[in-house]
Every structure is written in structure tokens, then in C-alpha cells.
């Protein structure tokens, strides 16, 4: 009897890969990174004359050194280190081997970089400014329609924290006058609600507004549309413009991103004791891990309520 034949490296890959589509619903960026991470860990195995159902942890650690020979962050090794636990775990789960080399392997140590952000101050400030002008008749229709877009914009994504990509792409029909809720679809298609703010809703309505005295824009699905291949604003456009703001309002620019005032976002929630898992759900984390880079605003806001209302609070 022929003894069954050992499936490709590469075709377990794809197996992996085919399963965080299906399971998790993942997003062909991610699924090109992981493949990008597996491919370099397959091919050192390969020269090892070795395949992912026959390495052991020996094997993964010497795949650790030769990348960090190869001059990769720490952060990137990390990364990279993640893919293959992953990988090695369905392995396992799907009894194409009967071991995990991977869970007992350390990954690189790495400082946690914390997020920029900026005070309440500097974002009441990028408001205000962004506002400037939008209810002066005076000025032409078209500039008016202008600033009322980039206040829409930048107090929507205050009030929400939604991703670059989410914001711009937001559709017309979504973000009704009035509308106290936002349904998003987010990385992986997954689907979130999230609230809305006054300030932002009023926005959106004076923006709307402005949009119907300004003969430049058609019949469009967008809320925010642009001339350009997707049909709304892009993100570049977006990022250029924030900078021309946080510069008229006194902000470094080189501070500032449209990913800063997501991280502002989250990080004033956490500030005023909003639940962690909350932030998750809002930002669409899939996994609060990620969302416990924050975990330096909870750690000082656990310091002030030991320090405030401890009886010896004040002498520790």
C-alpha cells in the first residue's frame, strides 16, 4: 500500500490563510501579510530541509535568529512571530501534527510605543478653528461648503474615533440630519453601531445644508464625495487638510494625524472612566488586546483614585 502523501508547505499556507477568511473574517491586506510571514518562514525551513509539520521549537528559534540577523524591529519580528504561533496552532488544532512547537517560544522583547495624542484643549481648539467661517454668508458657496465639509469631518471623527478609511467612505444615506447612530462596516466586514455626538450631528446637518447651495456637487452616494477613482474624499486629501488646520490653530503639524485624533478619541474616554471593552467595541477592535495599548491612561486614572480617595492618599 502506498503511504499517504505529505502536503506542501505551501499548501498548508493556504489551508491557514483560507481559514481566518472563513473563521474571522479577515481582510485581504491581512491575508497578504500573513502570507507574506509565513512565506519567509517556510523558506527557511525549506533550507533547512525541514516543513512546518516536522519543525520543532529548535527550528523556530533559528528562524528568530536569522531574522534578526537580518536587521528586522523588534515590533516586526514580533509580528512575524505571531503569524507562525498562529500558524502552528492550526496545525495542531486541525491534527495535521500532534504538537505545538510554537507555544513554548518567547517572542523578542519590545518597549510598548504609546500612541500620539493630543489634550482636549488642542482639540477644542482644531475644532473651533475648522469651524471658522462656515456660517459667514459673505463668503462664496463653495468655500463655505468647504469648511463645513472638514468640520463634518473632523467632529464626526471626535465624536467617533472611526478610522481613516471608515470616515471617508461614510455613505450618504448612513448620516441622515438628525441621525444619533452611525452603522459602520468595518475591517473583516465586521458591522458596528456608534454613537453620535451633538456637535457632530449639528455638523453634519450644516454640512448637508451647505452641500445643496453648492452647484459643484451632483447626485452622489457619498456623504463626503470627491473627484477622484473611489468617488469620495481620500484619506491623503483628508490628512493634508487636518495639517492645514492644526497649523492655522496653533498645533505642530508634524504632530498630527488623522490616527491622533482616533487615539484622542479612546484615550479621552478612558480619561472620563469608560469601560475598556467599551473602547474595543466602539474603535472595532476584533481583539482588546489591541486596544490595551491605552492601558497607560487606565494605570494613571487607577493612580489619581488611589491618590484621591485613599484616607492616606495623600501620603503615598
Not at 3 to 14: G, M, Q, S, Y
Not at 42 to 56: S, T
Request: aromatic share 6%; charged share 25%.
Amino acid at each position: 500500500m502506498n503511504a499517504p502523501r505529505a502536503v506542501p508547505a505551501r499548501r498548508l499556507v493556504d489551508l491557514f490563510l483560507d481559514m481566518i477568511v472563513a473563521e474571522r473574517g479577515a481582510a485581504d491586506n491581512t491575508r497578504q501579510a500573513y502570507r507574506r510571514d509565513l512565506g519567509d518562514y517556510v523558506e527557511f525551513l525549506a533550507g533547512r530541509a525541514q516543513g512546518p509539520l516536522d519543525a520543532d521549537s529548535n527550528s523556530i528559534r533559528a528562524w528568530l535568529t536569522d531574522i534578526e540577523k537580518r536587521g528586522l524591529k523588534a515590533t516586526s519580528a514580533a509580528r512575524r512571530l505571531s503569524s507562525v504561533r498562529q500558524f502552528h496552532k492550526f496545525l495542531y488544532v486541525e491534527n495535521r501534527r500532534g504538537d505545538d512547537p510554537a507555544m513554548v517560544i518567547e517572542g523578542p522583547r519590545r518597549g510598548q510605543r504609546l500612541p500620539k495624542t493630543l489634550g482636549v484643549d488642542d482639540v477644542m481648539r482644531l475644532l473651533t478653528v475648522s469651524a471658522d467661517g462656515v456660517d459667514d454668508a459673505t463668503r462664496p458657496p463653495g468655500e463655505r461648503m468647504r469648511a463645513a465639509r472638514m468640520n463634518c469631518l473632523l467632529e464626526i471623527l471626535y465624536a467617533t474615533g472611526l478610522r481613516v478609511s471608515e470616515l471617508v467612505s461614510l455613505p450618504l444615506r448612513g448620516a441622515t440630519s438628525g441621525e444619533a447612530m452611525l452603522f459602520i462596516k468595518g475591517k473583516g466586514g465586521r458591522e458596528r453601531l456608534v454613537p453620535m455626538s451633538q456637535p457632530a450631528i449639528t455638523a453634519i446637518a450644516r454640512y448637508r445644508e451647505a452641500r445643496k447651495k453648492f452647484a459643484g456637487v451632483g447626485e452622489t452616494a457619498w456623504l463626503f464625495p470627491a473627484d477622484s477613482e473611489s468617488g469620495h474624499i481620500t484619506r491623503q486629501a483628508f490628512a493634508r487638510d487636518l495639517k492645514l488646520v492644526a497649523a492655522m490653530a496653533g498645533i505642530d503639524s508634524r504632530l498630527i494625524s488623522p490616527h491622533v485624533l482616533r487615539h484622542a478619541f479612546a484615550s479621552h474616554l478612558l480619561q472620563n472612566g469608560a469601560d475598556l471593552r467599551v473602547v474595543q467595541e466602539l474603535l472595532g477592535h476584533a481583539d482588546v488586546s489591541t486596544t490595551q495599548i491605552y492601558t497607560h491612561v487606565l494605570d494613571e486614572r487607577v493612580r489619581a483614585m488611589v491618590r484621591d480617595l485613599h484616607p492616606l492618599g495623600d501620603e503615598a
